[in-house]
């Protein structure tokens, strides 16, 4: 039975505290009796015609190989398995940090298949009267980027009085594939925390969503995300909710689908999940797959995608990596239905392309259509076959709620636009 709701109660009691920092006198907190939104920028960064696609499937293979070490109880480097040359991440979203007391701001990507905050990669992180740092290294691999560094307690503001005056944060000593950016502000499961620590091994790190739930700052330990397509590289046009939804971003109900129990999808923000193309044509049977804002495409597994390549008469495009139609199989492209718990999800023509004004910035033809559908790079029933990316959510409003370890969904304004 799905579960649909207009809004998230704002008035839930707090009965769970994750961990609890120690501190010399007992922070000030202000508790909200609403959910707070703010807005956050869209960023692009392209190094190469096929970097889209490289990177993306780059941290697919991080994101399993990581759980897949966590499992084996083995260290969580893993850089030896991603061998793709990739420079950069390619879309991201960031967030604007203030870091300390006198603050340092930092533009960190907001990511839900990571939960580690961390700061340093471009602008430098100063030591300030707020500052402890503890004997803990700290690293983490993403497949398109990696860092390594020093564990701090710090006071992070995230803007709109959501403060944390003591959260643990990552100081990079050394950060590749992150150019223009500072650092990740993670809000994936905490779980993804272990193993990052050293020696502190089996130490669990509260996200900034846990610890400004913990505090009372926020009353529901979720979130709710809106994206918006556009047609430009860099734009303000996304909005974050600590602590709830903001009603005004999506249209009619939400419904919630629990957390996948397959491995490794079960670590991530997983859920299980069909795709149908058009009314009859089967894609994906009910599998284990993430939801992923890291990621910009939708990625689907090989076997999947050759049934989908199959179903639209797409060909590989060389210089992008991507798949392409032409104008008349664009006319006739149908809709591919996500089924998640019951509700069914159309991702209209429009949103399965590639903005066509921004074709030349992934290396692709101004005239051409390519499409926003790729190989994840397994086949099925490997545990995590598929990702919804961002080219996902930003038809579809996101909620990601830890305390009741379900993912919800609801249609937009954007839903069928026909912006691309």
């Known amino acids: 039975m799905v579960e649909a709701v207009e809004m998230f109660p704002a008035a839930a009691l707090l009965t769970t505290v994750l961990l609890a920092l120690s501190a010399s006198a007992t922070p000030l907190v202000t508790i909200r009796d609403s959910p707070i939104s703010l807005p956050f920028a869209r960023k692009t960064n392209f190094t190469g015609s096929v970097n889209l696609l490289k990177a993306d499937q780059a941290r697919a293979k991080a994101l399993r190989a990581r759980a897949e070490a966590k499992a084996s109880g083995l260290a969580l480097n893993v850089d030896a398995v991603i061998n793709e040359p990739v420079d950069n991440q390619a879309v991201t979203y960031i967030a604007s940090v203030n870091v300390g007391s006198p603050p340092t701001n930092f533009q960190l990507l907001i990511d839900t298949g990571s939960s580690n905050t961390w700061v340093g990669a471009t602008t430098r992180y100063t030591q300030t009267s707020t500052s402890t740092r503890t004997s803990n290294s700290v690293s983490v691999t993403y497949g398109s980027g990696s860092f390594s560094g020093t ?18 944060i990552g100081v990079a000593s050394r950060s590749t594939g992150f150019d223009g950016v500072d650092g990740i502000l993670g809000i994936g499961p905490v779980d993804l925390t272990q193993g990052t620590l050293s020696p502190a091994t089996n130490t669990l790190i509260p996200t900034v969503t846990d610890n400004l739930f913990s505090q009372g700052t926020i009353t529901q330990n979720l979130l709710g995300i809106s ?15 600590w602590g709830g939804t903001d009603s005004s971003k999506f249209t009619g109900s939400i419904g919630f689908a629990p957390i996948t129990t397959t491995f490794p999808a079960s670590e991530f923000w997983g859920i299980n999940q069909s795709i149908r193309y058009g009314a ?3 894609i994906l049977s009910s599998t284990a ?6 990621t910009t495409l939708v990625l689907i597994a090989s076997d999947a995608l050759s049934r989908y390549r199959s179903a639209t008469g797409a060909v590989n495009d060389a210089n992008t990596g991507l798949l392409r139609i032409t104008a008349a199989q664009f006319a006739n492209l149908q809709s591919l239905f996500f089924t998640v718990n019951g509700v069914s999800y ?6 399965q392309i590639w903005p066509r004004a921004l074709n030349t910035a992934i290396g692709g033809n101004a005239n051409s259509i390519y499409l926003i559908v790729g190989d994840l790079g397994s086949t099925t029933g490997s545990g995590l076959d598929f990702i919804n990316g961002y080219t996902f959510l930003e038809r579809f409003y996101s909620v990601f709620d830890t305390t009741n370890r379900r993912v919800g969904f609801a249609t937009t304004a954007n839903t069928h636009s026909t912006v691309n």
Request: cysteine-free; overall charge negative; aromatic content about 4%.
């Open 151 to 168: 564990e701090f307690i710090d006071r992070v503001d995230i803007g709109n009085g959501l403060v944390i005056p003591n959260q643990s």
């Open 227 to 241: 994206y918006n397509p556009t047609t430009v590289l860099d734009t303000v046009n996304g909005e974050i909710t």
């Open 280 to 282: 009859s044509t089967s």
């Open 289 to 294: 797959g993430i939801v992923d804002t890291g």
């Open 346 to 351: 159309e991702l209209t023509a429009n949103a």
